[in-house]
């Protein structure tokens, strides 16, 4: 797999935390820190303090007893009702008309003006499977890390739009 270029932005760097984050369980500043600077990102501690401010980041306590960084509309895929994956739950029952698959993509089609709800919901919920949307008017391409992550997407997106969970 082709190593992922980071541009030295603000918003780049933040969505880099956001991303560690929701993979690993990260206990200090330290430790992200480092998982940045693995990821060819070299932040002070002061910037970093400040961004996991600007995520409104806290710790919770995890299974372990542990105290680990959330950061808030970051939900694991989950049967929860709130937060991002509920959020696309209820864009998939309204807007998703049809589902079709190419290889490692899947085209999503919606009513005209809707696609870029239904792409910002599926960026939102952080399926690792998925590498991007692209959205237009009425239909959105998803790219994903393979073909049977894609066919395995597209099913749960139609049960879904069913008003079902997988």
């Known amino acids: 797999m082709d190593k992922i270029s ?7 760097r933040q969505a880099k935390i956001i991303d560690i984050v929701a993979e690993n369980r990260v206990s200090s500043q330290i430790e992200l820190r480092t998982q940045l600077q693995q990821a060819g990102i070299d932040v002070t501690q002061a910037t970093l303090s400040r961004d ?4 409104h980041a806290f710790k919770e306590y995890g299974a372990d007893g542990k105290k680990v960084y959330r950061i808030p509309n970051i939900v694991e895929i989950s049967d929860s009702e709130s937060g991002a994956r509920g959020q696309l739950e209820r864009w998939a029952r309204e807007i998703i008309t049809s589902a079709r698959q190419a290889m490692n993509q899947i085209i999503l089609r ?6 870029q709800l239904l792409a910002s919901a599926i960026d939102h919920a952080l399926f690792p499977e998925v590498l991007g949307c692209i959205a237009g008017d009425d239909t959105v391409l ?15 997106l139609l049960l879904l739009a069913q008003g079902q969970k997988k």
Do not use: D, F, M, N
């Open 142 to 156: 998803v790219i994903t890390t393979s073909t049977s992550s894609a066919a395995e997407l597209k099913e749960e």
């Open 6 to 12: 980071i541009p030295a932005t603000r918003t780049a």
């Open 52 to 55: 996991l401010e600007e995520l």
């Open 110 to 115: 919606t009513p005209p003006g809707a696609a």
